[in-house]
């Protein structure tokens, strides 16, 4: 794509509607080339709140595309999964006149496809899990009788976070396997399974931008999967996260930009497929080093929110340098403070949860006291508007964001906030980004 000068006045469209969109467009809201920020008419009450809703469907991109023709749209940012692996990226393109931020479909494999994701890192000599692609179940369950380890099923297709279930007993494994291919609890998603083997250690998310070319790497996350405290309970889309984390050493984020990101990055040219957008590897640190548990090719959710909070600069031309290939003429920068996102949720979560709950206390969570130096940021996630309140719309309500001189400071700063948050079953995890949690290997 030849290089195009990112214009004065921007109008931008977002695509998404969770907390992860909304700490996006709190960010580009600080742009000094933002014209119109629209946002689908279905987006929570935060995003609503900020951005002007834009009144076509955003399930047809052919109806989107012309419509973001009328409105003089320059910018698409796609946030979640599903627009990529429908190819709005290449669907809503339309250079000079607009450029997208987020890669085509071909590109974004990397996530809605685990079993493609395997066959590049594999040719790329990428660390990973030793694993097996089945699509039988009879042979997938011998796999699993053949066994000693526990080990990890994944659903090789989208399934919103939850296609994953890690197995310490040949019982849940054999449980597993019969949710995917006997059951079709995720429909065509579990079609085919990966089994691999179990890795041991601490979590770190690295998130890159990639222009094509040339990347950089964002300040790395630390996440929270599991639902109850000390990381106890099944997985969920993500109870918190905090930036920076200790565990991601100058040393870590070297071994990881040569032994995973620069293969993956050439592996895909090799093939064709040129990355433009974000590519996050989520990593074990293992014993004999990080290694690529899985890829997403967007921001991450909750990630997204303490990430954002400390980026320094304009998210506008950030993007579009990324969607253009200018990524080499751009310096970023973070903030020195320690930013904390802690994410309130909804009674019976990650099952099934009620809906329509008034939520009160989010003028007090933002007005709580603090030092001179400290923000406090709410991002809404599952929320809406009904009858002129903000009710609960979602498992993961909203993501309380806190930044301090440093991490246990804004852990305790987001927590604090976040119990001022009141509705029916309202729930957090107090100890996202506690120094036990985030002390390096």
Known sequence: MAKLRCPDRVHVLLLGTGGREHAIAWKLRQSRRLGTLWVEADANAGLREIGRVCPEPTNDPFRLARWCEREDVSLVVIGPEGPLAADYATKLADPPRRVVFGPSREAAQLEWDK??????????????????????????????????????????????GKG????????????????????KVFGDAGASILIEDRLEGPEVSVLALCDGSSFWILDPAQDHKRVGVGDTGPNTGGMGAFSPTPRATPELLRIVERDVLVPTIDALKRMEIPFRGVLYAGLMLTPAGPKVLEFNTRFGDPETQPILARLKGDLVELCWATATGQLDEVDLSFDSRAACCVVVCSKGYPGSYPKGLEIEGLDDAKAIERAPGEDVLLFHAGTSIKGGKVVTAGGRVLGVTALAANLERASELASLAASKIRFDGAFFRPDIGRPRAAQPV
């Open 115 to 160: 079993a493609f994701a395997k066959q590049v890192m594999r040719a790329a000599s990428v660390p990973t899990a030793d694993s097996r692609v089945f699509t039988d179940a009879e042979q997938a369950l011998a796999f699993v009788a053949s066994r000693r380890d526990g080990c990890v099923v994944k659903a090789t297709g989208l399934c919103a």
């Open 164 to 183: 994953v279930v890690v197995c310490k007993t040949a019982a849940e494994a054999r449980a597993a396997v019969e949710d995917c291919l006997v059951k």
